[in-house]
C-alpha cells in the first residue's frame, strides 16, 4: 500500500502544475466533475450502500449512519457544490494591494496557493467532494483522510473525481486519498513536514488534542462551537423565539447550533416562560439558573459545566443576565469564538455586542445556524475556524491562500 | 519578582482596553512617546552606556556591540518610527469586505486586534519601541522578552514609552517588559496559552528550534533569509553589478542580505569577471561552482552546504545556470522563502520569475535588502515571516490583527 510520506511527496510535486492551471481550466474541470458524479451516481450509491451496512452490522449510532449516508439529494448538493465554487471568483493571481514607494519601488501583494492542503474529517462523503472542489480552485493539491467507515465512498468519489479531472487537464495527483483510516496515518500526515502546508482537522476533541500534541505540520482548528443567543430588553420577542428555537433545534448536532441562551432580565419574566414551553415543545431539555427556575419551574438546574458544554444536542442552558455587559462578559467568559448571536432592536446594544464580543461571527438579528461557508456564499466550506490567525470562523477559497510580494523596480539599491 | 505569566495575565486584562482605544487617542499616545524619547536621551543613553560597558566586558563582539548600541540617530529614528506609525491608517475597525446575501443578511469582515502579543528579540533596545508602536497601533497589549544584555536600555524605553502612555490614555500594562531574560522566561513565555495570541521569535535558529518545540502559543517565524539574486541573460549588466553589490555588501550581517548570486551562462563570460573582482574589491569571498573557478579562478570551490548556507557574512556563493528554469529550480530548493531577485529586461523572464519563485517576496531589478517593513512602507517592523499561514514577508500592522464576521439581519432563521 502506498505509505502515507508517498501520497504527499506527490501531492507535493503535483503542486506546481495546479498552481499555475489557468482559472478557466479548473471551472471547466470543475463541471466536468460534477457531471460525473451525476452519472457515476448508480456505482458511488453502491459503494456507500455497502459502508453503510457495514457501519450498522457494527452498531453505528442513527446520527452518523444519517451523515454517512449518500442520496440522490445529497449527492446532487455535491455536485452543485462543485459548480458553486466554479462559479466563485479565482483567488489565485488577485492582486490584494499595491502600492508606490517614494523611491519608485511598485509594490503588489499577490494571493497564491498554499501547496499541498490536507483534511482530516468525519464518515461524511460529501465532503470529500467539497474539499476536493475548494483546493482545486485555491490552486492546491489535496490530501484526504476520511473516516475508514466511509472509505468505500470515498474511494469512489475520488475516483470519479479525478477521472474526470485527469480529462480536464488536471494531475492525478492533485487529489488524494489516504487508503488506510487508523489513527497513525493521521499522524504521519499531521508530520509530514515541508510536504504538507496546511492541515485543517475537522472533528471532536480527540482529533484536536492530538494535532496539537503531534502537528509538526501548520494547521488550522476547527474547534468546538459553544455557542450564544443573547436577548436583549430592547428585542422583538417574537423575533427572539423564531431565532432561539432555529439555532437550538434545526440541526443541533452541529457546530454552530447555539448552546446558552442568555436574556435580559427586563425581558425574562414576559418571555422567558413562553420562550422555554416552546423549546421544550420542541423536545428541549432546558437547564436555567435560580431566575430561569423560579420563572420556569420545569428547567433543571444549570451549573459552571453547562455553561461550559457544547451539548450538541436537544439541552440548553439558559440565564438571566442583567446588563448586556453581563451578558457580554459571559459570552467572553465562556464562548469559543464560533458564533454568537444578539436579538435587539437597540442600535447601541447591536453595536456594543458587535464590538465587545470576541468570536468568529456575530448575528444581529439573526440565527447562529448561518456560521456556515455554503451561508456564507463561499460555494462550500473547508471548516470553520475558531482560532484568530490566519483564518477565522467560516473559510471559503481566499482561506486557503497565502500571498506573496512582488515588487517591480528600474535598478533601485538601499542606500 | 513578577513572573511571566502574571505580567501575561495583566496584558490579556489590559487588551480589551487597547482594543477599544480610537484611532486618535493612539496616535497622540504615540507621538508623545516619540516626544518622550527625545526628552529623555539623557536617561536612555546613561542605561545604554551600562548596557555596552557591561557586555564590552564580558567580551561581546563587535557586531553584537554595534545592534546595541544606542546613539543619538537610533534615538532619533526610533522616535521617527513612532511617528511613523502613527501616520499609518488605523488597521482596526477597517472593513476588509463586505457582502449582502440572497436571503438579505448583510456580512462585513472587520479588522479587530489580536490581542496579546509577545516578542523575543536579540540586542537591539530600538525593536523595543517599534514592537511597541506597531502594536499599540494595532490595538493590542505586547509583552517584551528583549536580550538579557539590553536588559537596562529596555527598561528605561518601557518605562519611557508607559509614562508617555499613561498621559495619553494608554492602560500601563499595555507595554511590559520581562525582566528576567533567561531562557526559562522564553519557554513560559511561548506557553502561556490562553493568554498570548501570538509570538514571535526574533532570532537564530536556537530560538526558532525551541519555539517549534515548546511554543502552545501561536507563533510566527521569523526566520532565515538564504535570499537569490538571479543575473538573467537579458539584465543591464552594470544594474546587475549595483544591485549584487548592494544585495550582498550594503549590511551583511541581515536575513535580506544575498547569500547565492545565480548568473545565466550567456552573460556569465561577459559579465562574471568584473563582478566578481567589484565583490571581491568589497571585501567578498567568492565560493563558485567549476564554471565560476574556471571563468574567475580566485573563487574557492561551492559545495552543497554553501547553497544551503545563510552566510550573514561578506561572503557569497555563486553558479552558473544554462536557463531561467535551472535558476528557479535553484531557488526553490535552497530558499527560505525570503527575499528573491531577477536582474532582468525580459519581460516574460520576469513574469516567470515573479509567478513560480516560492518565495515571500520576489523583486525584479531591484536589491534584496529591500524586504523591510519600513522600505515596504509600514512604518517599522514586527519581522518577517517566513511561513505561509497568517502573515508572509516584511509584517506591518495589518498581520498583527484578525477579523470578525459581523453580519445583520432581520430576524433571519436557516429553513
Redesign the interface.
Known amino acids: 500500500m502506498t505509505s502515507v510520506v508517498e501520497i504527499c511527496e506527490r501531492a507535493a510535486a503535483a503542486a506546481?502544475q495546479v498552481a499555475?492551471l489557468s482559472g478557466r481550466s479548473k471551472d471547466a474541470a470543475l463541471s466536468m466533475m460534477a457531471d460525473a458524479l451525476h452519472e457515476a451516481a448508480p456505482a458511488l450509491m453502491e459503494a456507500n450502500d455497502a459502508d453503510v451496512e457495514a457501519a450498522r452490522a457494527a452498531g453505528t449510532g442513527d446520527t452518523i449512519l444519517d451523515r454517512l449516508t449518500l442520496t440522490e439529494k445529497r449527492l446532487t448538493s455535491m455536485a452543485e457544490g462543485l459548480r458553486a465554487v466554479a462559479a466563485q471568483p479565482d483567488p489565485v493571481g488577485e492582486i490584494t494591494e499595491g502600492?508606490k514607494?517614494p523611491n519608485g519601488?511598485t509594490?503588489e501583494k499577490v494571493r497564491v496557493p498554499?501547496?499541498v492542503i490536507a483534511v482530516i474529517y468525519e464518515a461524511r462523503p460529501n465532503v470529500t467532494a467539497d474539499v476536493a472542489g475548494l483546493c482545486l480552485k485555491s490552486g492546491n493539491a489535496c490530501v484526504l483522510r476520511g473516516s475508514s467507515m466511509a472509505l468505500r465512498s470515498n474511494r469512489a468519489i475520488v475516483s470519479v473525481l479525478t477521472e474526470a479531472g485527469r480529462a480536464g487537464g488536471i494531475p492525478v495527483d492533485a487529489v488524494q486519498l489516504i487508503p488506510d483510516a487508523d489513527r497513525s496515518s493521521a499522524v504521519e500526515l499531521m508530520q509530514a513536514k515541508g510536504l504538507v502546508?496546511?492541515i485543517v482537522p475537522r472533528g471532536g476533541k480527540a482529533l484536536i488534542d492530538t494535532i496539537?500534541e503531534h502537528a509538526?505540520v501548520?494547521f488550522?482548528i476547527d474547534g468546538d462551537g459553544n455557542c450564544h443567543v443573547y436577548v436583549d430588553r430592547s428585542a422583538?420577542l417574537d423575533?427572539a423565539t423564531?431565532?432561539v428555537?432555529?439555532?437550538k433545534t434545526?440541526r443541533p448536532s452541529v457546530c454552530n447550533a447555539a448552546e446558552t441562551l442568555l436574556v435580559h432580565q427586563e425581558v425574562a419574566d414576559k418571555w422567558l416562560p413562553e420562550a422555554l414551553s416552546s423549546l421544550a415543545g420542541a423536545g428541549v431539555e432546558v437547564r436555567g439558573d435560580a431566575t430561569v427556575r423560579a420563572l420556569w419551574p420545569q428547567a433543571n438546574e444549570a451549573t459552571d459545566e453547562d455553561w461550559a458544554t457544547e451539548y450538541l444536542d436537544l439541552t440548553i442552558a439558559v440565564k438571566v443576565v442583567d446588563s448586556i455587559d453581563a451578558a457580554i462578559q459571559h459570552v467572553n467568559r465562556w464562548g469559543t469564538s464560533n458564533a454568537e448571536a444578539i436579538v435587539t432592536a437597540d442600535l447601541s446594544a447591536?453595536r456594543r455586542f458587535?464590538?465587545?464580543v470576541?468570536?468568529?461571527?456575530?448575528?444581529?438579528?439573526?440565527?447562529t445556524?448561518?456560521?456556515d461557508g455554503g451561508?456564507?456564499?463561499y460555494g462550500a466550506e473547508i471548516g470553520i475556524s475558531t482560532?484568530?490567525?490566519?483564518a477565522?470562523?467560516?473559510m471559503g477559497l481566499r482561506e486557503l491562500t497565502?500571498?506573496?510580494?512582488?515588487?517591480?523596480?528600474?535598478?533601485?539599491?538601499?542606500p
Chains 1, 2 share one sequence.
Open positions: 506546481p499555475r502600492w514607494r519601488l509594490i498554499l501547496g502546508d496546511l496539537q509538526t501548520p488550522i422583538d423575533m423564531r431565532i428555537l432555529n439555532a434545526q447591536a458587535t464590538a465587545e470576541d468570536s468568529g461571527s456575530i448575528f444581529v438579528n439573526a440565527s445556524r448561518f456560521s451561508e456564507f456564499g482560532q484568530k490567525l490566519h477565522r470562523g467560516p497565502t500571498t506573496k510580494y512582488v515588487v517591480w523596480g528600474e535598478g533601485q539599491t538601499r
